[in-house]
């Protein structure tokens, strides 16, 4: 079975500092990885993914995240937070050896930056 | 082009009743998704249609949850008999029918609201 935690349910953080948003997975295979963010009354947009290759994946908005093997994680990150930058955030995970195309994500966690 | 379409945008209805909710892939996506989104829960996988084969309903919480896909593109979610605990933001995605890496885009979702 697959599945994702973000331990954190809401992250503060002041305008212009770094910003990282934990996440953490279990897969029996491989991970394919991904985060999504989510406005207010809005659907999902995707950010970024990890596939294969290289640890450090660059997404839109300047959004980055790691993949760590051996801390089964991939916090998101971005150097310099913005104000439009608050919303909520979803990594999600879909085992390649599983057979099945569905996402786990985890529960969310509510990004607020502050002017 | 255009995104994922979803609607309606927002439905309240009356326990027992039932309803259809509908999604518009992207145009040229044949792997398409429904998703639930609700509070305490997160969001959950409830069904997955891959051109002609047969759909994987491995998450359809009772057999009230049915859909179906007329000609590879529109979907449909019907949900009879419905209960309370049915509200939630009912999700669409769609990806290419490529690699199991391909991305999930989303739809902006239909808020179902029960009675």
């Known amino acids: 079975a697959q599945s994702v935690a973000q331990p954190e349910d809401q992250v503060n953080v002041a305008e212009g500092n770094p910003l990282t948003v934990k996440c953490t997975y279990s897969v029996s295979g491989n991970p394919y990885l991904f985060w999504y963010v989510q406005y207010p009354n809005r659907g999902l947009q995707f950010l970024l993914k990890y596939i294969t290759g290289d640890n450090l994946v660059k997404g839109s908005y300047g959004f980055e995240a ?5 801390q089964t994680s991939f916090h998101l990150k971005k150097p310099s937070a913005l104000v439009s930058d608050s919303a909520l955030y979803f990594c999600a995970v879909r085992d390649i050896g599983a057979g099945s195309y569905q996402l786990t994500f985890g529960k969310g966690t509510k990004l607020s930056v502050i002017p | 082009g255009a995104g994922v379409s979803q609607s309606p945008s927002n439905k309240v209805t009356e326990k027992g009743k039932d309803v259809e909710l509908r999604c518009d892939p992207i145009s040229g996506h044949t792997a398409l998704y429904w998703y639930r989104q609700s509070l ?14 047969a759909p994987d309903k491995s998450g359809l919480p009772s057999d009230r949850f049915s859909a179906e896909r007329t000609g590879g593109s529109v979907s449909t979610l019907t949900i009879q008999r419905t209960q309370q605990e049915d509200s939630a933001v009912y999700l669409c995605a769609s990806s290419l029918p490529l690699a199991e890496t391909d991305t999930q885009y989303f739809g902006p979702g239909t808020r179902l609201t029960v009675l």
């Open chain 1, 66 to 70: 790691e993949f760590n093997k051996s």
């Open chain 2, 40 to 53: 305490g829960q997160g969001l959950e996988f409830l069904i997955y249609f891959q051109g002609n084969s």
